[in-house]
């Protein structure tokens, strides 16, 4: 699936690129074929500028008649000087023969057609000789050129917005409409007069050409972000299926270690039932204080389990059973602390107690509260260094006006940067290797986060691995405000 999207994103990305391509070299075949009719407009008014004063002047000097049968009017040229005014007129007469006529109706043709070449010549000598005597900005005038290029352009397909200069080929600008950028890049150019005169050119630029050529091929682009779209959603959905692949996994390893957790102690207490049975047990007080005490502590264990699949349970369920109420953390991490001190100073260690937070009123769940602080106390003497005591350290302050804070450190075997990560997953337990053999389910720091979340805080933890880790939560107070 991956190599059918990659390749389809692929070929749509391609047909992009080539969409472009072909709009830039439409748009640049229509700008050349523009610019060479505006130059070629251009050219052909010079011309009738030329035309139109030399028909003056030689309307001025021509004299036009008919003939006396009112049928022609006849000019006559002199060949021999080209465009020279007409030296002289023939009718022919009335009374002349076809022959004559038909020879007089050539004559005519003939002198007619170099009055028109003479005309032409003159115009283009004309062209020639005074081009340079006018001004640049006279025979391509910004309001002519602006005119013909708008009309060339559209007759191409090109309604964008341009600027154009007109720049000698020295590259010196003679001028240039508003917004024009003479950076020397490459723009669509072309000569003006490229017949009479090749000293300048006209340039054209188009500041939203990227714009419209984007517009053009706009309508691809939710197809490319659809198939982006369809490869996340699978890259997602493949990504869910490994974890969720993990994540029975893991719950395979729990059930077998909470069978194992479970049969220890059942069978211990069987066997102790088993003792009692026996006679001699019962005539032995000291042996029956004994499988008493033993049936006990097995029955103690067997509650903790239990307590700990009922917070699993719990967990999965915490939105239905959870009963808020305005509590004071401070009071409760006082009790649990003191509670656990006993623990603790049995194994040589101890627990110090910095309860600063001047406000501590917080809005939770109190029962909940307490598996927190608990569940966090429980682990900072569960992963205690081989033969090391434990040395707890239990602190609240007032982050922020509205914020309590709660850190619980301890001196234990620390957790790696990766592990981190990842300890607050369900399930996750770090692979210690053979470094020690706590038990446990992986569901402690879980519980313990989702309940945070729950009452509005965030849980962080900071670590020096081998030597220290730090758990810090951070809840909302109770404000003046929400009370
Ligand atoms: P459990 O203790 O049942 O394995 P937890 O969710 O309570 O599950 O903890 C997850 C993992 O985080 C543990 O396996 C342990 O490796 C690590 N961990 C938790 N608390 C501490 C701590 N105080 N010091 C070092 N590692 C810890």
Request: glycine share 4%; net charge neutral.
């Amino acid at each position: 699936m991956a190599i059918t999207f990659g390749t389809l994103l692929y070929f749509q990305i391609m047909y992009l690129e080539n969409m472009v391509k072909m709009r830039e070299s439409q748009f640049s075949e229509g700008v050349v074929r523009a610019l060479h009719s505006t130059v070629e407009e251009l050219e052909r008014q010079e011309t009738l500028y030329y035309l139109e004063e030399d028909i003056n002047i030689m309307e001025s000097t021509l004299v036009m008649g008919k003939t006396p049968d009112n049928s022609t009017v006849t000019y006559q040229i002199n060949p021999n000087q080209n465009a020279s005014p007409i030296s002289k007129i023939q009718y022919p007469s009335a009374t002349t023969d076809i022959s004559e006529r038909y020879h007089a109706m050539q004559e005519s043709i003939k002198s007619h057609y170099l009055y028109q070449r003479g005309l032409l010549n003159e115009v283009i000598l004309n062209i020639m000789r005074n081009a340079s005597n006018r001004t640049i900005t006279e025979r391509a005038d910004s309001v002519v050129v602006r005119d013909f290029l708008t009309k060339q352009l559209e007759a191409n397909g090109i309604v964008v917005p341009f600027v154009f200069a007109i720049c000698s080929n020295d590259g010196a600008t003679i001028y240039q409409t508003r917004g024009f950028i003479n950076d020397g890049l490459e723009k669509y150019s072309t000569p003006l007069f490229p017949n009479t005169d090749n000293r300048y050119k006209l340039i054209v630029e188009f500041p939203t050409k990227s714009n419209y050529i984007f517009s053009s091929v706009r309508f691809i682009i939710p197809t490319l972000a659809l198939t982006v779209m369809l490869l996340v959603i699978f890259l997602y959905t493949i990504i869910l299926a490994f974890r969720q692949k993990k994540l029975t996994e893991m719950k395979a390893d729990f059930i077998n270690n909470m069978t194992h957790e479970f049969k220890t102690p059942i069978s211990t207490i069987s066997l102790a039932a088993q003792m009692l049975s026996d006679d001699s047990v019962l005539k032995s007080p000291s042996t029956l204080k004994h499988i008493s005490g033993i049936i006990n502590d097995e029955s103690k264990r067997l509650r903790f389990q239990v307590e700990k699949v009922l917070q699993l349970s719990m967990f999965d369920n915490a939105g239905g059973s959870i009963n808020f109420s305005t509590v004071d953390a401070n009071n409760i991490i006082y009790n649990i602390v003191n509670t656990h001190k006993l623990k603790v100073e049995k194994l040589g260690g101890d627990i110090t107690m910095h309860l600063d937070a001047t406000n501590s009123e917080v809005y939770l769940d109190e029962m909940h509260f307490t598996n927190v602080i608990f569940n966090l106390l429980d682990n900072a003497v569960k992963y205690m260094k081989k033969d090391a005591v434990p040395h707890l350290n239990v602190t609240t302050r007032n982050y922020s006006d509205d914020m309590i804070e709660i850190r619980v450190k301890d001196n234990g075997i620390g957790i790696k940067k990766e592990d981190i990560k990842r300890i607050f997953d369900k399930f996750y337990r770090v692979s210690t290797g053979n470094l020690h053999d706590v038990k446990g389910f992986g569901l402690g720091l879980a519980y313990v986060k989702k309940m945070v979340n729950i009452f509005g805080g965030s849980i962080e933890v900071e670590s020096d691995p081998g030597k220290w880790s730090e758990f810090i939560i951070r809840l909302p107070l109770v404000t003046k405000s929400s009370e």
